[in-house]
């Protein structure tokens, strides 16, 4: 009978005589049923096939007191697995198959109707069982074939439905008795008991079949290459930037060690991709070549070494002075080389599984093997962070243990270092057990828990899951290593910016470099996957540092700074320094009295200091006086800059590391309500949800998430602030402009490739949204943060902001952010209902995100 199914052969009334004295199929004559399927291809990657079966039972049937029962009872179970499986086995495990809800069970006159929706992804090759459908994902043409359950052989099918959507209907056996929308086959019966055997053959389009293959070797080598040159990429721009940065000219000791140290990590970077590139690929093709029982034990043997090879690098390159951290390290990485080493010895082969050791010391030395090699690849990458956070000024020295004495960087130690690393291998393990129970427990419903086989395959889905874990946690661990790179750029520019002799304190060409390479890698988004190959993913790295550059060239000369003294055509960046702050900031104070002044005389609340309005103006033409400091001569500012405009083109710091530092924390800050929304737009609504809670590493992504919109939010303040005094602009929200159409500019070219392949925008308009709305409040907080020095005057930060804006620019600030807010909120509400990826399969992979 399984030889059947997997041929799809259609059940006959003689064939469910076998069924009789299981399910009493006899019963079920009298009753009557439907079937529909719909393939939901609109702005989706994957086809999503929706599939309702609706049975009405009749009250005679022997089983159909137990569709009333709990779904948790023998009784229920074993009723839906004859209306939903038939066979005469008990035990199922559909992996494709997902139901949005419980089915809904109604008592009638005549008995009971069950009505079950189910749903399932087009995101593989093979055959696909979802409700009564086996649908057939191939090369150029899909097919799906109507196989309902034996015991409904003797039901009346009153209609069948499918509805290709954009696909388009090659072959349809039998004839169909009628249409339903534009391309909707209806097949309708008003007698007779035959099951119809529906078969549908269709053609779908190129997008849609090139998003189910992305299993096949031709799709997913150049997926694998793609994403792989996205990490070559920053490798080598690390690599190139250490190497010109030399050649510029004498470096201090710091910028020295930190150079070096930027040049190692971008060929450490070279060789995790290089590591990674091919193993998916290596997976997939060296599955073709052995048994899929001996495949499994050597993918979890390849993966162990894997992670223990790449933790004791990350080790090496972090360096740890305290010898009880190598020590750990040795000792995690013991169990995982034995295993790998000698696998039949611990019963993860398939000629020795049953024999010497029992299924369950094998999976609990897999679960050992896996947990420490997991462990160690986490603390060697705690190392390698540890070094790079302490470069980059993240991580603070300590003081001296003597009085007075230099301060002293901090060690990493293994009495923190252990338990945090174990409590989250911990931690993601308790998450990973979650996982697989809840998806074993949605795949097996229908299986009958109270036999001894239940047990055992419970036992090897289990094993499989530490399997996948073991080779698959390389992977998940990669996709998040581009902070690391972060952090090694951020420390050559504050090294840079320690020697810095700029009197402006603005970035110099060096600086700008490596601020190009920190844009792709830790601001702008990984995008470029279209149709669920990520061939030109690597591009955007690219098209990122491209956007930046654009934005930089396009304002370079039109900001405050850059323009000249109307005597002397001095630079005012060379006029205005940290010497001037406190004079500049006394008269921009000054300044907007005069003009609180002169606005209540416009409004006429003090007539009788009218005349005093020429002496008001005299004050404001002195206080537009300068003088050039490299000459002494008296000057004056440009014609269209008042001294409040230069004292906000100058920031709240003198050198432009400081703006950066301060950016970056407003913007951390700020940013923390558009983190919770992306991450509930990412991971917890809809179909993202069901991703989360099915996915190995779905509930450890949530917090990724959050940090990598923390750290998104802070990079693109700390460009802003770096950048302030080159960016076109008097005020911080039209600065912000700038690095808001650098981040905006990649989005809108990959929403045209989406346009192109059908596929949703999902949030991407909602991304460029968050981000302009982030940096107009973080460019308002730079803008107030100033002229921090009077706040004691005044009775909170706005009227603050009310003086420093004046009214007429605060009223148009206002409107602008009130207009950013709205524009949010559409957005949002918009793509509420946005389709998500797919829900993960067996194998624990999902569709695609983000960054």
């Known amino acids: 009978m399984l030889v059947a199914v997997l041929l799809g052969v259609f059940a006959v009334p003689e064939q469910a005589h076998a069924m009789d004295d299981v399910c009493s199929s006899a019963g079920l004559a009298g009753g009557w049923a439907s079937a529909s399927v719909r393939l939901d291809d609109h702005n989706r990657t994957q086809t999503k096939i929706v599939s309702r079966q609706v049975v009405h039972v009749p009250a005679k049937w022997k089983y159909a007191t137990g569709l009333l029962l709990g779904e948790d009872s023998k009784g229920y179970r074993r009723a839906m697995r004859c ?25 009638e006159k ?153 040049g190692q990590w971008g060929w450490i970077t070279l060789l995790i991709s290089l590591v990674l590139a091919g193993h998916n690929a290596f997976y997939a093709a060296m599955g073709r070549y052995f048994p899929a029982d001996d495949w499994g034990n050597r993918e979890a043997h390849h993966g162990l070494v894997g992670s223990i090879a790449l933790g004791l690098v990350l080790l090496a390159f972090g360096f740890p002075r305290r010898w009880t951290i190598w020590c750990a390290a040795a000792v995690l990485a013991l169990p995982g080389l034995a295993v790998a080493y000698a696998p039949e010895r611990w019963g993860l082969s398939a000629q020795t599984f049953f024999d010497e050791y029992s299924p369950d010391k094998a999976v609990l030395a897999l679960f050992t093997a896996a947990g420490c090699a997991f462990a160690l690849l986490l603390m060697g990458s705690v190392a390698s962070g540890w070094r790079l956070a302490r470069s980059a000024g993240v991580i603070r020295p300590r003081r001296a243990a003597t009085p007075g004495g230099p301060l002293e960087p901090r060690e990493l130690r293994l009495r923190h270092t252990g338990p945090a690393v174990v409590l989250a291998v911990i931690a993601i393990g308790l998450c990973l057990a979650n996982t697989r129970e809840r998806d074993w427990q949605r ?176 004050e404001l033409r002195r206080l537009h006086n300068w003088r050039d400091p490299s000459s002494g001569t008296p000057d004056k500012l440009p014609v269209d800059v008042s001294v409040v405009d230069a004292a906000l083109a100058l920031g709240p710091y003198d050198t432009w590391w400081g703006n950066g530092g301060r950016a970056a924390r407003l913007g951390a800050l700020i940013g923390i309500p558009a983190t919770v929304l992306m991450v509930w737009a990412e991971q917890l609504r809809g179909d993202s949800l069901t ?75 909602l991304y460029a949204a968050a981000m302009l709305l982030v940096l107009t409040l973080t460019g308002i907080a730079i803008d107030l943060d100033t002229f921090r020095g009077e706040r004691r005057y005044w009775q909170s930060r706005l009227g603050l902001l009310l003086s420093v804006y004046q009214m007429r620019y605060f009223s148009l600030q206002m409107a602008y952010l009130l207009a950013q807010l709205v524009a949010v909120f559409t957005l949002w509400q918009f793509f509420t209902d946005a389709g998500g990826p797919p829900e993960p399969g067996a194998g624990g992979e999902t569709g695609t995100t983000g960054s």
């Open 83 to 107: 209306l939903m499986r038939g066979s005469a086995y008990s035990q199922f495990q559909w992996w494709d198959e997902w139901r949005p809800r419980s089915p809904e069970i109604t008592t």
């Open 443 to 618: 795949a097996s419903w229908l299986s009958a828990r109270e036999e001894g086989q239940y047990g055992t395959d419970h036992l090897q889905a289990l094993r499989d899951e530490l399997t996948w874990f073991s080779v698959n946690s390389v992977d998940w661990w990669a996709v998040n290593h581009w902070l690391l790179a972060g952090l090694a750029i951020l420390a050559v520019l504050r090294a840079s910016a320690s020697g810095s002799a700029s009197p402006a304190g603005s970035p110099g060409p060096g600086d700008e470099r490596w601020m190009l390479v920190f844009f792709p890698v830790m601001v702008g988004m990984g995008l470029g996957w279209f149709v669920g190959n990520g061939v030109l993913s690597w591009l955007w790295f690219f098209v990122n540092l491209a956007a930046l550059g654009l934005v930089l060239r396009f304002g370079r000369g039109r900001s405050v700074l850059d323009k000249h003294l109307q005597k002397q055509g001095a630079p005012l960046a060379e006029a205005i320094g940290p010497a001037q702050r406190h004079e500049l900031l006394d008269r921009a104070r000054r300044y907007r009295e005069i003009h609180a002044k002169l606005r209540r005389l416009d409004q006429g609340q003090a007539d009788d200091e009218a005349l005093n309005r020429r002496a008001y103006e005299r």
């Open 691 to 765: 991703s989360t809670l099915y996915y190995g590493f779905g509930m450890p992504n949530v917090p990724l998430d959050v940090l990598y919109w923390e750290v998104t939010w802070a990079g693109a303040a700390f460009l802003l602030g770096a950048l302030w005094r080159r960016l076109p602009g008097r005020r911080g929200p039209v600065r912000s402009l700038s690095v808001a159409a650098a981040f905006a500019l990649p989005i809108g070219i990959d929403s045209v490739g989406n346009w192109f392949t059908g596929e949703a925008q999902t949030n991407l308009a």
């Open 110 to 262: 005549s008995g009971v109707k069950v009505q079950v929706d189910t749903y399932a992804w087009a995101d593989n090759e093979g055959m696909t069982y979802v409700g009564p459908w086996d649908v057939v994902v191939g090369h150029d043409y899909w097919r799906i074939r109507l196989h309902p359950a034996e015991a409904l052989a003797k039901v009346t099918w009153s209609s069948v439905v499918v509805d290709p959507g954009s696909a388009s209907a090659v072959s349809a056996e039998p004839r169909p008795t009628s249409g339903k929308g534009d391309a909707g086959l209806v097949w309708q019966r008003k007698s007779g008991r035959t099951v119809p055997v529906v078969d549908v053959r269709l053609d779908p389009g190129w997008q849609r079949s090139w998003g189910a293959q992305a299993d096949r070797l031709r799709f997913l080598v150049p997926s694998s290459v793609g994403w792989a040159l996205w990490g070559w990429s920053i490798g080598a721009a690390l690599i190139y930037s250490a190497y010109r940065a030399r050649r510029t000219g004498p470096l201090s000791p710091a910028q020295e060690e930190t150079i070096t140290m930027a």
